[in-house]
């Protein structure tokens, strides 16, 4: 992966190259473009993706395709936008992250991706833009303020990740994903790229299993043009990756392709799943451990990468996947998405449930509710269902890092009443991704590796938007649909197996590694006004005695401690970016 920033207005040279030499991946040289008032850089081992056309400036990152596949160049973006306009972005497919500014408009035009694999940040202020692929970069600019956005740290305190738009700092903006946004003079303007679910009536014709199987195919074969690359495969225990293990066993030679799995022990559902599969498959695997302990390590790590936490557990998993596996191959393929596309979460069984059994619907928002707000259910159906799942007392509410809460919780059962939820329940993601995909982007970056996620093409999203619910979730199974297209190349003790979470066991050991990151980052000794999660809100969420934390003690106590990471990596060294020896930060230690 290629990083990039750029600037629209007056900048000092040795400020571009500040910015530059933040960009976390790449290579090793800053390459600067100048077009009129806008200076774009590029942190690569060539200029490559970064193009001068007529009166417009290009930078590009990711892996561009055609409609029909075909991988594009900068040149070729820069000369299509130039013949068709922001239109040129319907038929774009494949990993993007794209900025031009075109000196015709006086605009900077911002693309990403359907699922925003790849990342992209901006911001606006009198008489300047600027834009990153990482908001590292951003904060060498004096401009940028380091209030943190307090609404968008909450709803991630309660859902797990930022709102979709926005970042942890008041003053840097996600580029939506799926969209193009033109920043002039006045407010941006953010225009939807197709495929848009707005635009498609709801499915009522089945879809084949080999219509599946053969999109699915086409985006695995659209990233797997290189026959010199070494390929490798994120392996859970689940359909999704398998199925793409077995897509590019069929496409290249032995070889050239090996997997990786990673979890907390040989008891851990997905080190045993993907061990199957790779022996059903005949490729050469390789499993890597995480235990508790490794996490006062990693922790920091993921938080620096990502920059706006999210994801729990799984994501310091994933780094430790990305670096087991770098120098092994070069572009690393996974099944993510998949679950979005074809139903595959908890949240769409819940979903499924709530439209199809009389009274689910509240006994599941009762449920939430009472997640949310640390208390009992109302009503006694819910009170039975909390205590045989949860135990008879109320678990502690999320933390909060201000005093509004209102409307920070998902809403699952928004579309239960409504025909076809799974349908208006994808339509409703797509109009409003957060940063999941990126963030899985930039670690496997990290070490020089190139994410691949064919079940965000934009053919797959396609599909998805015409397949019926009917087809997606039934009484006893998830993606009906595409189990029945993998049964097509893979057995059935493939297909059938179910899906685990990718997460730690929520042991003693587990609770004693989360109580000492508590202790080593909660110091009473640390400034206040510098504090964003409110210490004592954290204290009523630690255990009483040495017993193991539950599932949801572990998830609010998790946000809250690497929101508390975040703040001592970018807000506590805020003065140390806008230095210059700003290129030298890296993680803090716990």
């Given amino acids: 992966m290629t990083s990039m920033c750029g600037f629209v207005g007056r900048v000092d040279g040795a400020l571009l190259r500040r910015m530059g030499r933040l ?142 738009g926005r970042t942890f700092f008041k003053d840097l903006r996600q580029v939506l994903p799926g969209s193009v946004v033109l920043v002039g003079t006045s407010e941006p303007n953010i225009i939807r790229t197709k495929p848009r679910a707005c635009d498609y009536e709801i499915p009522r014709e089945p879809v084949t299993p080999n219509q599946v199987l053969e999109t699915v195919e086409r985006a695995v074969n659209a990233y797997a043009h290189d026959k010199t690359a070494k390929y490798g495969v994120s392996l859970s225990g689940g359909v999704d990756s398998a199925l793409i293990a077995a897509l590019l066993h069929k496409r290249l030679p032995r070889a050239q392709l090996c997997s990786f799995t990673v979890g907390h022990g040989e008891s851990d559902p997905d080190i045993i799943g993907a061990r199957q599969t790779s022996s059903i498959l005949g490729i050469s695997h390789r499993e890597v451990i995480v235990r508790p302990m490794d996490l006062i390590e990693l922790l920091p790590k993921t938080v620096w990468c990502l920059e706006d936490p999210g994801g729990y557990d799984e994501f310091p998993q994933l780094y430790a996947l990305a670096r087991a596996a770098a120098g092994k191959v070069d572009m690393l393929f996974s099944g993510n998405m998949c679950d979005t596309l074809f139903a595959g979460m908890p949240a769409h069984r819940r979903l499924w449930l709530g439209h199809h059994v009389p009274g689910a619907k509240k006994i599941l928002n009762e449920l939430r509710s009472a997640e949310l707000s640390g208390t009992l259910p109302a009503s006694w159906p819910a009170r039975a269902v909390h205590y045989a799942i949860k135990g008879r007392h109320p678990l502690p509410a999320p933390c909060s890092a201000g005093p509004n809460q209102n409307g920070l919780a998902t809403e699952e059962m928004a579309f239960a009443d409504e025909d076809s939820p799974l349908f208006r329940m994808l339509g409703s993601a797509l109009a409003s991704w957060d940063n999941r995909m990126g963030a899985q982007q930039v670690l496997a970056a990290e070490f020089g590796l190139r994410s691949c996620m064919p079940y965000a093409s934009k053919h797959l999203i396609d599909l998805a938007l015409r397949i019926p619910d009917r087809q997606k979730v039934g009484p006893t199974q998830v993606k009906v649909i595409l189990r029945k297209a993998a049964e097509l190349i893979l057995p059935r003790a493939i297909t059938r197996r179910k899906k685990y979470i990718q997460q730690f066991k929520y042991d003693s050991e587990m609770a004693d590694v989360m109580d000492h990151l508590h202790s080593r980052l909660f110091v009473p000794s640390r400034k206040a006004q510098s504090r964003i999660v409110n210490p004592a809100e954290v204290e009523r969420l630690l255990r009483r005695g040495k017993r193991p934390y539950k599932p949801l003690e572990i998830r609010w106590l998790w946000n809250a401690i690497t929101a508390e990471i975040w703040t001592q990596q970018f807000v506590d060294r805020r003065d140390e970016f806008l230095g210059d020896r700003s290129g030298h930060i890296g993680p803090i230690s716990i």
């Fill in 23 to 164: 960009l976390p991946q790449g290579g090793p040289d800053v390459h600067i473009l100048q077009s009129d008032q806008a200076h774009f850089a590029m942190r690569a081992s060539t200029d490559h993706g970064l193009e001068r056309f007529d009166d417009r400036l290009v930078a590009c990152s990711g892996h561009l395709l055609d409609a029909e596949g075909r991988p594009l160049s900068g040149y070729d973006v820069a000369e299509g936008y130039g013949r068709q306009g922001v239109q040129f972005f319907d038929g774009l497919d494949g990993h993007y992250s794209i900025a031009i500014w075109d000196a015709s408009r006086r605009a900077l035009v911002l693309a990403r991706d359907p699922f925003g694999v790849m990342p992209l940040v901006f911001a606006q202020g009198e008489n300047w833009t600027a834009f990153a692929s990482h908001y590292k970069a951003l904060l060498a600019l004096p401009q940028i303020s380091a209030a943190p956005d307090l609404l968008a740290i909450n709803t991630f305190l309660y859902n797990g990740w930022a709102p979709p």
